[in-house]
Each structure stands twice: as C-alpha cells, then as structure tokens.
T-cell receptor, first 115, second 116 residues
Framework: EAGVAQSPRYKIIEKRQSVAFWCNPISGHATLYWYQQILGQGPKLLIQFQNNGVVDDSQLPKDRFSAERLKGVDSTLKIQPAKLEDSAVYLC?????????????FGEGSRLTVL | AQKVTQAQTEISVVEKEDVTLDCVYETRDTTYYLFWYKQPPSGELVFLIRRNSFDEQNEISGRYSWNFQKSTSSFNFTITASQVVDSAVYFCALRGLTGGGNKLTFGTGTQLKVEL
C-alpha cells in the first residue's frame, strides 16, 4: 500500500513570495490533515479535511495560508505571501473513514525555508 | 485546553542501555487518547501506540513498553536494550473527545541518540 505522498520535499523562497505544497493521501482515507512543524517543536494542526469539507481550520493563518481538497482526494496548501516565520516542515497526514483508531499516517513532509 | 509536556529535550545513551522517555499531559476531558509517535531522520512520523483514558493497563511490545498513570497524568515510554536504529525524535500526543475530529496536541519531542 502506497503511503502519503508529498511534494516538493524542499523549497527555498524569498519572503513575500508564494509557495504551494501538494499532498496525496493513502487511497480510501477520507480525512486529510496539514500540520506545521517548526524546528524544535511538535507538529501543530493547520487544517483538517473530511472528504472535501473543512472540519477544523482554527489555527490556519487565513490572511496568508489557504488549502483546498477539491475532489476529496489530494490537497494543496498555499502560502502567499510568505514570511520568515513560515520556515518549517509542512506535514500531510491522512486517516481512514469510520472507526477511528487514532493512527494518523504521515508523509515525509515538505521543508520550507524563507529567506 | 490540552497540553503535553516532554521535559527531556535530548537523551544520549549507549547501545543496549534502557531508556525512558517522559510525558506529562493536561486535559479537562474525562475521555481522551494518548499516543507516541516516532520521527526518524527521514521526517515521517510513525505511530507507535495509542492508549485511551480508561485503559491503564501497561503494555509491552518487544523492546518497547509503556507506563500510563492517570493519577500523575503521565504516559512514559521505555525502550529496553536500545539500538542505534532507535535514534529518532519521539513525540507524545493527546486527543480529547471534546475537541472533535482527529485533532492531536503534540509535545515538543525528545531527541534520542543511541551510540555504539
């Protein structure tokens, strides 16, 4: 079974530029998450989708961050314009529908450096 | 509000030593779940174990064991006879039911280095 796929793995941009990250969850997983992990910290949830609907985006900085999951499968996270403090690893995770086991399946992350 | 504290930022041990990673949590929920995840250098978080608040039975799985004590709000993780491949960052996480969905609150992680 293929795992959660993310791209690009690494991205370096100047502040005020824009960037987009892509995630393809495990096939059949209805729930998709984007987490932000700043160096030395634990992951922080940015947004959670159930199919193509948003369940929780309370910690998403909506003035600069946006995310979509148009067909309930893959998802894109965009940052525009980027700030220095957005330097982090952006982790995508998915979990199956129905009986919740608590296990999230994570991708390897997209590391963003903002200069 | 939920909070997870991992006071140990970094631990270094020599291979074959036992090591315990500490986790203390705070929640107002009476029903909640606790987790441990491992993050190797590749960056991908890997699920290790889940415990619910009604199950205080400790568990052993191979070289791994977990000690859940509700009275002290702790969920500690022990690796017996550590190996170099155990080197990673380990995260403790909490999910309370009132939060809804699958929202996990992670601790800041403990970097474990196992040396030869």
């Amino acid at each position: 079974e293929a795992g959660v796929a993310q791209s690009p793995r690494y991205k370096i941009i100047e502040k005020r530029q824009s960037v987009a990250f892509w995630c393809n969850p495990i096939s059949g997983h209805a729930t998709l998450y984007w987490y932000q992990q700043i160096l030395g910290q634990g992951p922080k949830l940015l947004i959670q989708f159930q199919n193509n609907g948003v369940v929780d985006d309370s910690q998403l900085p909506k003035d600069r961050f946006s995310a979509e999951r148009l067909k309930g499968v893959d998802s894109t996270l965009k940052i525009q314009p980027a700030k220095l403090e957005d330097s982090a690893v952006y982790l995508c995770a998915s979990s199956p529908t129905g009986g919740w086991t608590g296990e999230l399946f994570f991708g390897e992350g997209s590391r963003l450096t903002v200069l | 509000a939920q909070k997870v504290t991992q006071a140990q930022t970094e631990i270094s041990v020599v291979e074959k030593e036992d090591v315990t990673l500490d986790c203390v949590y705070e929640t107002r929920d009476t029903t909640y779940y606790l987790f441990w995840y491992k993050q190797p250098p590749s960056g991908e978080l890997v699920f290790l174990i889940r415990r619910n608040s009604f199950d205080e039975q400790n568990e052993i799985s191979g070289r791994y064991s977990w000690n859940f004590q509700k009275s002290t709000s702790s969920f500690n993780f022990t690796i017996t006879a550590s190996q170099v491949v155990d080197s990673a960052v380990y995260f403790c996480a909490l999910r309370g039911l009132t939060g809804g969905g699958n929202k996990l609150t992670f601790g800041t992680g403990t970097q474990l280095k196992v040396e030869l």
